[in-house]
């Protein structure tokens, strides 16, 4: 069974970093698309960064192209969101996702991911 399990995220002041871990159990990174969410109360779920393929490219949503970079660890079985730059906008509770549907130019819809981390929350102060 696989399993998604986040570590990071907390409280960060305006123009600092943030790092967001997510470790993979029950299934080979490497043959995994992997992807990043956020959400806020009231809005969807929205898609920030993901690994569609097993040589990527990596794609970033628009609010964090240059301030976001999302990497991986095949070895580790892990993979990461570093946060730079985060402004307040960027609060919300961020989910790691994965599933074992590789080969999609772009990332996937939101509800084709089959597994999930449990999701911890980023707080930016201004």
């Known amino acids: 069974q696989v399993q998604l399990a986040e570590s990071g995220g907390g409280l960060v002041q305006s123009g600092g970093s943030l790092r967001l871990s997510c470790e993979v159990s029950?299934?080979?990174?490497?043959?995994?698309?992997i992807a990043w969410f956020r959400q806020v109360p009231g809005k969807e779920r929205e898609e920030v960064s993901c690994?569609?393929?097993?040589?990527?490219?990596?794609h970033y949503g628009d609010s964090v192209k240059g301030r976001f970079t999302m990497s991986r660890d095949n070895a580790k079985n892990m993979f990461y969101l570093q946060m730079n730059n985060v402004e307040p906008e960027d609060t919300a509770v961020y989910y790691c996702?994965?599933?074992?549907?590789?080969?999609?130019?772009?990332?996937?819809?939101?509800?084709?991911?089959?597994?999930w981390g449990q999701g911890k929350q980023v707080t930016v102060s201004s």
């Open positions: 996702a994965a599933d074992g549907t590789l080969g999609w130019a772009t990332c996937l819809p939101v509800g084709a991911y089959a597994y």
């Open positions: 029950g299934f080979t990174l490497e043959y995994l698309a």
């Open positions: 690994i569609s393929k097993r040589e990527g490219p990596t």
